[in-house]
């Protein structure tokens, strides 16, 4: 038999899943993050392999890997990291807002503070990286590790670089001497095999190729039943990300808007910074999974904007926009029920405001991550989106991940 092992390196913790060619999950290992480095990615890689049976190991035929969308760091010629990451939700950006606004076109993802466009700019103005310095997403250099071919990336990562994967290449505007920036392929695309010592170390075919990746939240999408225009999923993770099938391709950079090109097609939507990380601030999962249960279905009068700290990015984008999360009633429930049901309301706002641009019209939403666990939650969003809302057919990305090791992009 020959298998395909999707990598997911999410916001915190990283799985693997690896599908055989009738798309069954043959095996699955899955890692948390104490913290998000560098080296503790490269550990969770290694130990996410070892974790996967020595039978299925000798018989991959392609590996896919997907991370956090705008996560960037430098690194030298052989691939070492020279600097900390700064991660998909760090809006230090914002201190180089104006150079941003000054060479990114009017509504452009890049714009936004947390995009891989204003770190780029951010590391240039602190670091002064020389002409042989490589600035890298998430994906591209766990990738690396596996092939051994640095500076390769894909069109979805790039996106908020400023790559644009309409007419397949970088914009006049984004021309650097230094770093130098990755070259750009389709998603999926077979880059190389295994490096010899990737195969001798865990016992793979010398022959599996490693391809292309994508971000989180599009492998997500990728894992769901999602194929028709106005169907979208919506991943509650740590945060929240909407991402909706478009004939049109929408970008909004005030409102955190951006469309990933997937085939014919387009993913338009955006991330919020509100989500599930929020929720653990106050409760446990055993805590939510018991007071969840108690939630009534109807609308909380509590108007919450939920947030770990100061900063939003979709459905507005302000670096500056501050939680809020009182008044906190005695009442668990009561409490519990006012945030999920302002989290349903951030994504209602998100999907009306993607229709209100010009996207297709809204007809069902799947659900990805660990919130489409929780029935209370589905409930009171269905009642604020009103469409049906369901559970993906399978709500990992590592899934979606290794779909596209298999080929299968989906050229709609």
């Known amino acids: 038999m020959t298998f395909y092992l999707g990598l997911d390196f999410g916001t915190s913790g990283a799985r693997a899943i690896a599908l055989d060619a009738q798309k069954t999950i043959a095996a699955d290992a899955r890692i948390d993050f104490t913290a998000q480095t560098c080296d503790t990615w490269r550990q969770g890689l290694w130990e996410l392999l070892d974790r996967i049976p020595p039978e299925i190991r000798q018989n991959l035929r392609a590996i896919a890997l997907n991370g956090t969308s705008a996560t960037v760091f ?23 807002a ?9 509504k452009h993802p890049a714009l936004s503070a947390t995009s891989s466009f204003s770190k780029l700019l951010w590391f240039r103005r602190h670091f002064n990286p020389s002409p042989n310095t490589y600035f890298l997403h998430q994906a591209d250099w766990l990738s690396f590790l596996l092939h051994g071919q640095l500076g390769i990336s894909d069109y979805h990562n790039t996106l908020k670089l400023g790559y644009d994967p309409e007419i397949c290449q970088y914009p006049q505007w984004l021309s650097f001497n230094a770093p130098k920036l990755p070259r750009v392929v389709e998603p999926g695309t ?3 095999n295994v490096t010899p010592e990737i ?19 599009i492998a997500a999408f990728l894992a769901s039943s999602a194929n028709s225009p106005g169907e979208a999923v919506t991943s509650l993770g740590s945060t929240l990300v909407l991402k909706l099938l ?8 005030k409102y955190g808007i951006y469309s990933h090109r997937l085939g014919n097609l387009w993913l338009a939507g955006g991330a ?21 249960e108690k939630i009534p279905t109807s609308e909380s009068p509590l108007d919450y904007y939920p947030l770990c ?24 429930v009561v409490f519990l029920h006012g945030l999920l049901d302002s989290m349903a309301r951030i994504e209602a706002r998100g999907y009306q405001l993607l229709q209100e641009l010009g996207a297709s019209p809204l007809t069902r939403v799947y659900t990805a991550g660990g919130g489409a666990k929780n029935p209370a939650w589905t409930k009171l969003r269905q009642h604020r989106l009103g469409v049906p809302v369901t559970v ?13 090791a298999m080929g299968k992009l989906g050229r709609r």
């Open 190 to 192: 077979a880059i190389a």
């Open 199 to 217: 195969s001798r170390r865990f016992g793979i075919s010398p022959n599996c190729r490693v391809c292309a990746g994508t971000t989180d939240s």
């Open 272 to 292: 919020s910074n509100t989500g599930g990380a929020v929720l653990k601030q106050f409760f446990s999962e055993a805590e939510l999974q018991q007071l969840s």
């Open 246 to 253: 478009s004939t049109t391709r929408i970008d909004a950079a």
């Open 74 to 96: 430098l690194c030298d010629e052989a691939g070492n990291p020279i600097t900390e990451p700064l991660l998909y939700n760090d809006n230090r950006g914002k201190d180089v």
């Open 98 to 106: 104006e150079e941003v606004r000054a060479i990114a076109p009017a």
């Open 309 to 332: 700290e100061p900063g939003e990015r979709f459905p507005l984008s302000d670096p500056q926009y501050p939680p809020r999360l009182e008044p906190k009633p005695d009442d668990a």
């Open 392 to 404: 993906s057919t399978q709500t990992e990305a590592a899934y979606g991940t290794a779909m596209l």
